[in-house]
């Protein structure tokens, strides 16, 4: 499950029951590489990179419909 409200990325992973929560006033930068830790989609995923709780910058990317819609509306949230 991923889902996007105004204050954050919402992820869980049904398998093994994981959770991540990314505020989206940690957001950094929004990609659409086509691979991510190795593994190749060949399809574009998104990308976000982030400052995670320790003040580190992270990154997680998923494959999404309408990944080109996902990131603009990231990126107008971010704008904000």
Known sequence: VLVLTTEE???WMWLPGNELRI????ITGIDM??????KTRFRPLLKIIFKNGLGETDSAAWLVRGVTEWKDGLEKLIAR
Request: net charge positive.
């Open 23 to 26: 505020p989206v006033s940690r």
């Open 9 to 11: 990325l919402y992820f």
């Open 33 to 38: 590489p086509r691979s991510f830790l190795g």
